[in-house]
């Protein structure tokens, strides 16, 4: 199995400083079709998640733009730009290349 | 916008069942590959089943293959996920997700708890 890991595991961010969450697969994340299945999650108190970046890079529909993602082949990151007070919660990325498809740990992010 | 509505969670008894439901709107369900994850009390994320938008092309994570059967009803807009044999490291909350390789939508979940 591909297995996530982030780092930090725990991370707190000063109001309106930036932050950024590493992700490291075992192997390898592109898939046949050429694509990168990697996508990052933020899931707030008391909420179901919510995709923010997929496919490494792209953003969804309505995610801040101080949100950004990048990284290749094995090495990723989500990066905050400058930290809102929103955006305290967890934040998981996840791999869909390679089955069984496996998320990270999570990186915890407060908010100071 | 599109929607997904969990339920069917509850208190059962080590080695009981349970059937889960999503209900899908606001989007051609029949169109997109379907998921179930879970989070167990305090813990990460642990994806379990994905399922293809004609139900023939299924996939189980090892800790519940054999035990746990997806399964998705079209004309009703819904997805399914029959939990047997249930063990108390089930206990989580379950969530609906669509696509496979991507989940673009969450549904807000439903808790089984497995307890004698």
């Known amino acids: 199995d591909v297995v996530m890991t982030q780092s930090p595991l725990s991370l707190t961010v000063t109001l309106g400083q930036p932050a950024s969450i590493s992700c490291r697969s075992s192997q390898s994340l592109v898939y046949s079709d050429g694509y990168i299945y990697l996508n990052w999650f933020q899931q707030r108190p008391g909420q179901s998640p919510r995709r923010l970046i997929y496919k490494v890079s792209a953003r969804d529909s309505g995610v801040p733009d101080r949100f950004s993602g990048s990284g290749s082949g094995t090495d990723f990151t989500l990066r905050i730009s400058r930290v809102e007070a929103e955006d305290l919660g967890v934040y998981y990325c996840?791999?869909?290349?390679?089955?069984?498809?496996?998320f990270g740990p999570g990186t915890k992010v407060d908010i100071k | 916008q599109a929607q997904l509505v969990e339920s069917g969670g509850g208190l059962v008894k080590p080695g009981g069942s349970l059937r889960l439901s999503c209900a899908a709107s606001g989007f051609t369900f029949s169109d997109y590959y379907m998921t179930w994850v879970r989070q167990a009390p305090g813990k990460g994320l642990e994806y379990i089943s994905y399922i293809g938008g004609t139900g023939s092309d299924t996939k189980y994570a090892d800790s519940v293959k054999g035990r746990f059967t997806i399964s998705r009803d079209n004309a009703k807009n819904s997805l399914y996920l029959q939990i047997n044999s249930l063990r108390a490291e089930d206990t989580a909350v379950y969530y609906c997700?669509?696509?496979?390789?991507?989940?673009?939508?969450w549904g807000k979940g439903t808790s089984v708890t497995v307890s004698s």
């Open positions: 996840m791999q869909g290349t390679h089955w069984p498809f496996t």
């Open positions: 997700a669509r696509f496979a390789r991507l989940l673009d939508v």
